[in-house]
T-cell receptor
């Protein structure tokens, strides 16, 4: 298994541009997450999904959008990029029992380093 | 809302010493507490986790203890080695409301092990 993969690894955007960060997992996990990690800081949840067709906001959703059309893919869309969105973005996935929300290990992708100038 | 406090923010030890990192959480219904290690420029990776029905769990040089009454849990690393140097994050899964399967992370501890 490749686990959780993310593309691109690095990207520089100009203010006002848009882009989509791709995330794919091949572990048949139902839960998927997007986090951002600012330099020297912890992980903040942007959006998450408990299954295909279901998404919900995390702690810092403003300026981002997500969709979950398949179990494997969970793209993150940035519209009108701003310097405040300069960060490292991590996608993660886990298997959880939906009825009880019991969590199994959360696996992270390698991250996308985004700079907005 | 959910809150996880992690201390200390930095920890410096000599090789062979023990290191302890502590976290407190706000929601007494929390039931899953993982610890992640993140090396510079790498992704966070799970090193150990504990569920609320267990008080302690060990894996070689790493152990985690959970005190549900006091709402805190700790990571213990014994016989530290330079390769243990990294940022360590605690997290808690809150069981109430609309939290579903979300984890809330602590702020991180930068551990430096000096040879």
């Amino acid at each position: 298994n490749a686990g959780v993969t993310q593309t691109p690894k690095f990207r520089i955007l100009k203010i006002g541009q848009s882009m989509t960060l791709q995330c794919t997992q091949d572990m048949n996990h139902n839960y998927m997450y997007w986090y951002r990690q600012d330099p020297g800081m912890g992980l903040k949840l942007i959006y998450y999904s408990v299954g295909a067709g279901i998404t919900d906001k995390g702690e810092v959703p403003n300026g981002y959008n997500v969709s979950r059309s398949t179990t494997e893919d969970f793209p993150l869309r940035l519209e009108l990029a701003a310097p405040s969105q300069t960060s490292v973005y991590f996608c993660a996935s886990s298997y959880s029992i939906v009825a009880t929300h019991d969590l199994d290990t959360q696996y992270f992708g390698p991250g996308t380093r985004l700079t907005v100038l | 809302g959910e809150n996880v406090e992690q201390h200390p923010s930095t920890l410096s030890v000599q090789e062979g010493d023990s290191a302890v990192i502590k976290c407190t959480y706000s929601d007494s219904a929390s039931n899953y507490f993982p610890w992640y290690k993140q090396e510079l420029g790498k992704r966070p990776q799970l090193i150990i986790d504990i569920r609320s029905n267990v008080g302690e769990k060990k894996d070689q040089r790493i152990a985690v203890t959970l005190n549900k009454t006091a709402k805190h849990f700790s990571l213990h690393i014994t016989e530290t080695q330079p390769e243990d140097s990294a940022v360590y994050f605690c997290a808690a899964k809150f069981a109430g409301g609309t939290s579903y399967g979300k984890l809330t992370f602590g702020q991180g501890t930068i551990l430096t092990v000096h040879p």
